[in-house]
């Protein structure tokens, strides 16, 4: 089998992709407190999957797009889910962090496959 790690690991085509990750919360006296998003790095590479795409709603079309975002086996990604301790976990990809023009991207999918992890991402909000 090949190992695509080394693809992933190579520094002339990858590029540093901040991941921001949102755990559960807690009930304060009936008010429900989320605990603060944690940032980090990983380094991989990335591909647009497409330019544009519209989606038409209630309210009126969305503009929405998608990325794959592969990187090494060994770091851990989610996509929105309940965890074992009962708290949810939700991790997005964000693309220029602290700039006006930040772009956030829910992970919807998570493969794990000749020593990479495959990670399909659909844009959140409008464009």
Not at 21 to 45: E, H, M, N, Q
Not at 85 to 99: K, V
Request: glycine share 8%.
């Amino acid at each position: 089998m090949i190992n695509l790690s080394a693809v992933v690991n190579n520094p002339d085509l990858t590029y540093d992709i901040t991941i921001q990750r949102a755990t559960g919360g807690y009930l304060d006296k009936s008010v429900y407190k989320t605990d603060p998003p944690t940032r980090f790095i990983v380094t991989g590479v990335f591909d647009p999957d497409s330019l544009k795409e519209i989606t038409p709603t209630p309210e009126g079309s969305r503009g929405t797009g998608s990325i794959s975002f592969m990187c090494n086996e060994s770091v851990e990604l989610y996509t929105t889910h309940n965890l074992a301790d009962g708290n949810d976990i939700s991790d997005q990809i964000i693309l220029n962090p602290g700039a006006s023009y930040e772009a956030a991207y829910r992970i919807v999918s998570v493969n794990a496959a000749y020593g990479i992890r495959v990670v399909q991402a659909q844009r959140v909000g409008a464009v």
